[in-house]
Each structure stands twice: as C-alpha cells, then as structure tokens.
T-cell receptor
C-alpha cells in the first residue's frame, strides 16, 4: 500500500494562472516532506521542502503547504510558466539523514501558453 | 559536467541476459541509491549504500544485486533480466552531514527487457 499518494496523474493550467499539486500521506511518522521536479530525459531535481513543524514554506513562485491533521500537502506555483511543465513528485521521510524517502506516483503538469 | 552520471542511458536486452547499470558521482557524497520508476508508482528504492562497506536492500531488491566499488561508484546488476524489469532506473546520492535526506539524481537509464 502506497504511503504517499498523488491522486492526480496530470494537471493542465494556463500560463499565468495558479497550479496546485496535491499529495496525501498515511504514515504519521513522516516529519519532512520534499517536492521534486522531473523533466523528460533528466533525473528528478529538488524543488522545495517543508518540515512538519511548519505549515508553509515559500521560495519564489513556489509555496508548499502542510496540513498535518489531514495528512495532506500541496505545492502552489504562482504564476505558472510553460517551463514549469514537468512531472512533480512528492516525497516524505521520517527524518534524519539516514532515513529513506518515500515517493508518490507523480503528477504531470502541463502549462499552456 | 554532471555531478551524477549513469551509463548506459538506454539499453534494450533480452530475457535471461545479465545487465549492469553503472553510476558515478563527483559530489563527494557517501550515500548512494538505486531506484526504479514505473508509471503511476513513482520512484521505488531497490538498494542503498551508506558507505563502501554498507549495502542495504530497499523496497524491491528481488532480482537485483549491487556493488559499491568505491565511494564514487555504485553499480546495479540484473542477473537474469525479465520483462517486468523494464523501467527507468535512477541513481542518487546524498550527504550524510545533512539533517534530512535530500537526494541528487542522475539522468536515468531506460531499460527495456524483451
């Protein structure tokens, strides 16, 4: 059973609008969450993260929100740009450098000009 | 130059063949990982190594083996490839000095087993 789920396999938005990518998890021991972005023919690259002691982390156009009670996090991209078109993976860990990442299935974002 | 490289980038092979995928890194990280990506399943961990003498099975290690030849090199072998091992394979590294496990990925190897 997948402990980290991204229920939307794909999302299409218009350039300039907001993109919201969602992620749900089941393991209450997860205390650190990461988003990775993947372009075709490339490996995933780290985008943004959030600790469970926070409910929001912002980096430029990217903001991640964490709702611990709902075991839900979301990535907001504002404004969306065509270059944001990629697959986005949510990942979670129980903390500490020795703990593994558990990935969601990914959401393919398409930003239309 | 890329920090994490993988060879080959693409490989087509036949059922029963032995295949080796190689990973090298120049990041100086101690920790290295092998994942496979399948549509809708995200990245699943096959094996990981925290240093040259420390190798551990991941979530889906059956049918795979690994070798950590040096701090910078970590190879993945499929002893007898089968069609359901057709997938995109990624190598990753991380720094043990970090509090949380941010990983850096190679470009991937697309493996097709006929």
């Amino acid at each position: 059973d997948q402990q980290v789920k991204q229920n939307s396999p794909s999302l299409s938005v218009q350039e300039g609008r907001i993109s919201i990518l969602n992620c749900d998890y089941t393991n209450s021991m997860f205390d650190y969450f990461l988003w990775y972005k993947k372009y075709p023919a490339e490996g995933p690259t780290f985008l943004i993260s959030i600790s469970s002691i926070k409910d929001k982390n912002e980096d430029g156009r990217f903001t991640v929100f964490l709702n611990k009670s709902a075991k839900h996090l979301s990535l907001h991209i504002v404004p969306s740009q065509p270059g944001d078109s990629a697959v986005y993976f949510c990942a979670a860990t129980t903390g500490g450098a020795g703990n593994m990442l558990t990935f969601g299935g990914g959401t393919r974002l398409m930003v239309k000009p | 130059d890329a920090d994490v490289t993988q060879t080959p980038r693409n490989r087509i092979t036949k059922t029963g063949k032995r295949i080796m995928l190689e990973c090298s890194q120049t990041k100086g990280h101690d920790r290295m990982y092998w994942y496979r990506q399948d549509p809708g399943l995200g990245l699943r961990l096959i094996y990981y190594s925290f240093d040259v003498k420390d190798i551990n099975k991941g979530e889906i290690s059956d049918g795979y083996s690994v070798s950590r030849q040096a701090q910078a090199k970590f190879s993945l072998s499929l002893e007898s490839a089968i069609p359901n091992q057709t997938a995109l394979y990624f190598c990753a590294t991380s720094d043990k000095g970090k509090d949380y496990n941010e990983q850096f990925f190679g470009p991937g190897t697309r493996l097709t087993v006929l």
